[in-house]
């Protein structure tokens, strides 16, 4: 795949998405964001198991790009900002788990990447911010996801005073499930990787897609959709597979 903004490789099982301008810092600019959005579909669609979010240079990302935002109209502003939403829509509906490599800063739409991948593991250095209330411009887009993973209380936090948090506060708040000494970084990311892709390819693939919809509901009609979704997934091949293995205790083979 070529792209100018993002590097997308593939190793056995799992694809790395590299947001790749570390000049800018990793900044989310319309086109970074597009390719973003291309390589997120492409490997979706593919049969890599896991995908692996990982960003160059000495930051994971600075967030929107503020020369494209200094020069936007209303209608360009908007249009900016719904392409940074289907990308984050999109990272939530691909099939695959979806680990936020983290290094360094991840601020304002930057760290609503991190908390829009389904599983993040940062480095000790890490850091994570919503600037936009120190200044001018609040992170009203980057608080819908971030709010979701952190609670109330630690959103507004975050939104108000706009100060950076470390990675160990990131790790208590919930917005990322490990932190690790620099150079465990990697090997981190592909252990919990490796362990979130163990399974049914298909039922995880459902199982993520049901899981976010429920999230989003009240906990009676959230009932009334696991049990019809788990009702039905109990029809499967791959259902019947992991039952019948489990009361033979043989391993699974899985069908797809």
């Not at 919930?174 to 465990?184: C, H």
Request: hydrophobic share 45%; with cysteine.
């Amino acid at each position: 795949m070529e792209f100018e903004h993002i590097g997308v490789e593939r190793d056995g099982p799992f694809a790395t998405i590299t947001m790749n301008r570390p000049n800018r810092r990793n900044a989310l600019s319309e086109a970074h964001m597009r390719e973003l959005i291309d390589g997120f579909t492409r490997v979706g669609g593919s049969d890599a198991a896991g995908i692996i979010l990982a960003g160059a240079g000495p930051v994971f990302s600075a967030g929107h790009d503020f020369a494209d935002v200094a020069k936007a109209d209303l209608q360009t502003a908007r249009r900016l900002l719904l392409t940074c939403t289907e990308l984050m829509n999109l990272i939530q509906s691909v099939p695959q788990p979806v680990i936020a490599r983290v290094h360094g800063l991840a601020t304002a739409a930057g760290c609503q990447l991190v908390a829009a991948c389904d599983l993040a593991v940062a480095a000790e250095s890490a850091a994570f911010a919503a600037p936009g209330g120190k200044g001018g411009w609040f992170c009203h887009t980057p608080m819908v996801a971030i709010a979701r993973n952190v609670g109330r209380k630690r959103a507004a936090e975050l939104a108000l005073t706009g100060d950076a948090i470390t990675a160990r506060q990131a790790l208590d708040w919930g917005l990322v499930n490990a932190v690790v000494p620099d150079a465990e970084l990697d090997d981190a990311v592909l252990a919990l990787l490796t362990r979130a892709t163990r399974g049914s390819r298909e039922s995880k693939g459902i199982g993520k897609t049901t899981l976010y919809a429920q999230l989003d509901l009240g906990q009676a009609d959230a009932y009334r959709l696991a049990v019809e979704v788990m009702a039905a997934t109990s029809q499967t091949d791959a259902a019947r597979e992991g039952i019948a293995a489990f009361l033979e205790k043989r391993p699974p083979s899985w069908p797809e």
